[in-house]
């Protein structure tokens, strides 16, 4: 007599129950090793679709680790700030299209009176830019300290001679009573203009942020699944 029970299966019971402990920690370190992929691969893209794209536009993504309570990982742009604006700010209408957001050196000249609230600055003919092709950081807060625009009072031009002379140098440039941008006196007869007031500048989606992830989701998150259980069966995890 042919008599078949359950007892063979008791290996392969016990096989399952561990893979079913080890698969929260498996799924979060997968999710969290494709996530990072996908970072890498929208970093590479950003060089291909931006014009000589500096550190900060290169360095502006943040990676959320799945945990085993939250399987989710994500990736976006950092929204925190340090004396410069958030990523968000102006990533977003790269990624998503639309108009662009007022920049904290638009929001500290429009607090001042020197730009009027339709208006957004863009560099003029006269900037001087860096290997970029933007005007530099230090370029900037000297107008913004001349125009007594700095957010730190302290920073802004005082009462000593070298601030006074700042404070002459810059200037908003008037077409009769439109005002055009902000110039700068570098001699007795010379004027160059240095940022031009423009309507608010509007972008078409450039960074396939969302097309490029999905590929990379697609491509590798099984393989990174396998792998992670794998890992974790041999580790105990």
């Known amino acids: ?10 290996a392969s019971a016990d096989h399952l129950k561990r893979i079913e402990r080890q698969m929260p920690f498996a799924t979060a370190l997968a ?5 990072q992929l996908a970072k890498e691969e929208i970093e590479k893209d950003m060089c291909s679709v931006f014009d000589r794209p500096t550190r900060w536009t290169l360095n502006s993504l943040r990676l959320i680790p799945a945990k085993k309570d939250k399987l989710e990982a994500r990736v976006w742009m950092k929204d925190e700030s340090d004396k410069a604006a958030p990523a968000t700010r102006w990533l977003s209408p790269q990624v998503e299209g639309g108009a662009r957001q007022a920049k904290r050196s638009e929001a500290l000249l429009r607090k001042r009176g020197r730009l009027p609230a339709d208006r957004f600055i863009v560099p003029a003919r ?3 830019l860096d290997r970029y092709g933007n005007l530099s950081r230090g370029q900037v807060q000297k107008i913004l300290s001349g125009m007594g625009a700095q957010f730190d009072a302290y920073q802004n031009s005082t009462t000593s001679r070298r601030s006074i002379g700042n404070r002459k140098r810059y200037f908003v440039m008037r077409r009769g009573s439109e005002l055009i941008g902000i110039a700068e006196r570098t001699g007795k007869r010379r004027i160059g203009l240095l940022l031009a007031y423009v309507g608010q500048p509007s972008y078409t989606q450039r960074l396939d942020f969302y ?11 099984q393989a990174q699944l396998d792998k992670a259980l794998a890992e974790a069966l041999r580790g105990g995890r």
């Open 1 to 10: 007599m042919l008599s078949i029970n359950a007892k063979g299966f008791k």
């Open 31 to 35: 999710l969290t090793r494709t996530a």
């Open 126 to 128: 006269d900037a001087r």
């Open 211 to 221: 097309g490029v992830g999905n590929r990379v989701v697609g491509q590798h998150l």
